[in-house]
């Protein structure tokens, strides 16, 4: 199963509310030299371009960039991919990624840690947690599938699940991965293998991640809703996808597209 189509079953959670289509397009090997970086609201994509627009309306066509098949784009609203070397490309087609990372904050729940009155967290009878003011703290819509999907997954069966996280309210994160159910019984800290949560570059994170996990930067997908985030940790040789929203509407989609797709 090529990359490709991974990213697109991974990339479909991260995405704009009301979306009502999307195309993947074929692989082409980038050159090195030609990765523009992240630009605003629309970085560049390598290996995969999706045109999404609102129902009803047409969709968004974002001009191309040199090193990439194409930009993502959803009205204002933009996803990218950063670009890897010949080396990345090449090995990546055809197999999975070994390890999927994720950022925390705006990422994989909402809202921001720093926003939050803070610990003790705790979870009341009806499953939601809440800081000592009683906000609630959730995962985005489709999130809970996605986690899942890795985690048990047999077309995931050899990858494993990493958090990178530059919140300087560590303690407050791993308390909240302890409460957040997956599903009855799955707590949301129990699906991730690495686990890095510190405030600094996350080219350290990675530098971390690779050291424990034993996984090649080339083999690793990453999600984040920074672009500064992406194009630092791009330059490893990390596929990084910007996302600054999710939605759940089409993650079975994507996983019929993906079956499909074999």
């Known amino acids: 199963m090529a990359l490709r189509v991974v990213v697109g079953l ?8 009301e979306i ?3 195309v993947t397009v ?43 098949i194409g930009d993502v784009g959803v009205e204002d609203e933009a996803v990218g991919m950063d670009k890897r070397g010949d080396a990345a490309a090449e090995e ?16 994989l729940w909402k809202p921001e840690l720093y926003q939050m009155r803070g610990a003790p967290f705790t979870k009341k009878k009806d499953g939601k947690v809440r800081d000592r003011s009683g906000e609630v703290i959730d995962l985005f819509p489709g999130v809970r599938e996605a986690l899942l999907e890795v985690h048990r997954g047999h077309r995931f069966r050899d990858t494993k699940l990493a958090i990178a996280s530059r919140t300087s309210h560590e ?4 308390q909240v991965m302890g409460l957040i159910e997956l599903e009855p019984g799955l707590l949301m800290r129990s699906v991730f293998s690495f686990t890095e949560i510190y405030s600094g570059s996350k080219v350290r994170h990675f530098g971390e ?3 424990n996990s034993k996984v090649s930067y080339e083999e690793m997908i990453f999600f984040d809703d920074w672009d500064q985030n992406c194009k630092d940790v791009g ?28």
């Not at 197999?95 to 705006?106: A, I, K, Q």
């Not at 303690?171 to 791993?174: G, Y």
């Open 235 to 262: 330059k490893l040789g990390v596929t990084c996808v910007e996302c600054r929203r999710v939605v759940s509407t089409f993650w079975r989609r994507a996983c019929q597209t993906m079956h499909a797709g074999d």
């Open 92 to 107: 990546s087609d055809g197999s999975v990624p070994r390890l999927v990372v994720m950022d925390l904050d705006y990422t």
């Open 10 to 17: 991974l990339l479909v959670v991260f995405v704009t509310e």
């Open 209 to 211: 991640i690779r050291r």
């Open 20 to 22: 009502s289509a999307f």
């Open 26 to 68: 074929p692989t082409r090997t980038a050159r090195r030299g030609q990765y523009p970086n992240h630009a605003g609201k629309h970085p560049t994509t390598n290996g995969l371009r999706m045109m999404m627009g609102k129902k009803g309306g047409a969709r968004s066509k974002k001009k191309r960039g040199r090193g990439g």
């Open 171 to 174: 303690r407050w994160a791993r």
